[in-house]
């Protein structure tokens, strides 16, 4: 016996297809899109490279006249300010005649927020808001913190022994953690816009920060070095001090791989939003630590500040991702 | 409806007695056992303080009449051999004319090996062994591994930040765990015969190396400390190298507690046979490592060494426990 699927169930397959934009959206939120009608899904659609299409334009592509009486789940409020680049969501949705609209979460920005809801209400069509939210917001966390914050999220990866070590003590790395690891360490550029390290460990390790998995090698992300190296390829960026991933265009997402030093001075200065720590079951001992002196004063400081929200195992190893306590 | 109870759950309930006796058994298995007679468990015992009375004792003297015809679980091969201190377990439960003896794993001691199980075969009664024999070896490794390597099983404590600091680069290290995460540690001292600190932390901190639980205190073990310090309280014991700890007599749980280089020279000498992490959700950065150079010359040597075995979330913080790959 099938139970019918819920408005849970298809905003969570929504999300999932606004995964797949991640880290390469430009400054568009990575939405997703599912098109319901009689409990079937009949379009998908997320935001493509670049930007566009949107992910309910691809949607609607899709389900074409299908989408009339149709519900509508999209991971955020469809836009509704007029571009050069194509029709507002919103003015596609009431051209194609839906049933009804779920959406995750309103757009963050001030000066567009609600206008596509209210667009779609005014021309008659009701529309749910709220479900699926705090999801939704991990999801897009990206975009929402370039509006809120006006900088990129930013995640911390560290590869580090059980006794906190990312390096023997004469710098050795190689390798900590195993294959399925650091296969899931490229996926995790994949899924960003940039990839941030510092001028001591671009130049120690000329890091390819490229994505290295067969099929995403397209999808490698921007180079970014904290510092400056004359020496670097003409295609990395370079910026002076932590606060300037402010003046990125375009980064949603931004991951910092190291060394000790960079990871200090994002911690240092507030700008690390989430931490993943694939740790490997070996000890090292009198190794080098993952993050250098951040200005610590009192233990107390320290408290409260990181909250576990997910871990899995990848083989042997363990990926734990801690992201700050609201 | 309700299931009858198969063997492994009478000796899953056995196990767990035998958890009671963890710490305060001296030289003598912490064995548990459970005395059955038409699915109703009637004696329950686990090896005393001291080692005596044994466990199957215990169970034998609750269930009294009521163990002729029963099933008596014992987690490991009743003792055969001669003592002062009272009859052996074999010819103990003989006497009680049970139905059959269900034993999770032989002792380990060569002497004595398979003598209590032939005693009972010898007199008709029928004898399974090997239920649950991995958990039991768990549960009775200190003793274990005190007869088949000569030396007390080792665990290491730390306690630590997520970027693996056990203190500010200044020594403070209190707290970097919570209430629930030092209780739990408590309880690890609560179920070791002894604890050991280097010399440098027992000078240092002077620590009252005790267990602050109500209702436990008097379960405080033995105070080791690795290194000479005069001025220590003459009730504590001084070793002068890790392969001391083979001469320690009546200590089958042996915790270190630290600091880096007394977990460092333990481990290298390959003395270390479970990993205790209390990890707590903060960042520390530039603080000071939990292990001091153990003497790795290659990476890859660090592999394939430990083994996650359990994982629980105390409160905030977590534990993982690994244990030594086979």
Redo the contacts between chains.
């Keep these: 016996m099938l139970t019918p699927a819920s408005d849970a169930h298809f905003m969570a397959a929504a999300l999932a297809l606004s995964e797949r934009g991640r880290g390469r959206t430009g400054g568009n939120p990575n939405v997703g899109c599912v098109i319901v009608k009689h409990g079937i899904i009949v379009g998908r659609g997320w935001t493509q490279p670049g930007g566009r299409p949107h992910a309910e334009q691809m949607a609607l592509a899709e389900a074409r006249a299908s989408a009339k009486g149709a519900d509508i789940y999209v991971t955020m409020e469809p836009c509704a300010h007029e571009s050069s680049r194509g029709p507002t969501c919103s003015n596609a949705i009431i051209a194609a005649k839906p049933k009804r609209v779920i959406v995750a979460t309103l757009d963050a920005d001030e000066r567009t927020r609600r206008r596509g809801i209210d667009r779609l209400g005014d021309a008659g069509i009701p529309v749910s808001v709220g479900i699926l939210e705090p999801a939704a917001r991990r999801t897009m966390a990206g975009f929402l913190c370039r509006i809120e914050k006006e900088r990129p999220f930013v995640s911390l990866k560290?590869a580090?022994?059980?006794?906190?070590?990312i390096a023997?003590?004469d710098g050795?790395?190689?390798?900590?953690t195993g294959d399925r690891a650091r296969a899931h360490a490229h996926l995790e550029r994949a899924r960003s816009d940039a990839i941030l390290v510092g001028a001591g460990t671009a130049k120690a390790d000329r890091p390819g920060l490229d994505v290295r998995i067969d099929g995403l090698t397209d999808r490698s992300p921007q180079a970014i070095v904290l510092g400056h190296d004359p020496e670097l390829p003409g295609d990395w960026l370079q910026i002076s001090e932590p606060a300037a991933i402010a003046d990125l265009a375009d980064i949603n997402w931004l991951l910092i791989e190291g060394g000790a030093k960079t990871a200090?001075s994002f911690?240092?200065a507030g700008l690390v939003d989430r931490?993943l720590?694939y740790r490997?079951?070996?000890?090292?001992?009198?190794?080098l630590?993952?993050?250098?002196?951040?200005?610590?004063e009192n233990?107390g400081d320290?408290?409260g500040?990181?909250?576990?929200i997910d871990q899995r195992a990848l083989r042997?190893d363990?990926l734990e991702i801690?992201d700050r306590a609201a």
Excluded: K, N
């Design positions: 560290l580090m022994s059980l006794d906190g070590c023997m003590a050795t790395s190689q390798w900590i200090a911690l240092q931490l720590l490997a079951p070996i000890i090292i001992g009198g190794g630590p993952g993050v250098a002196d951040i200005g610590l233990l320290a408290h500040q990181w909250r576990r042997q363990v801690y």
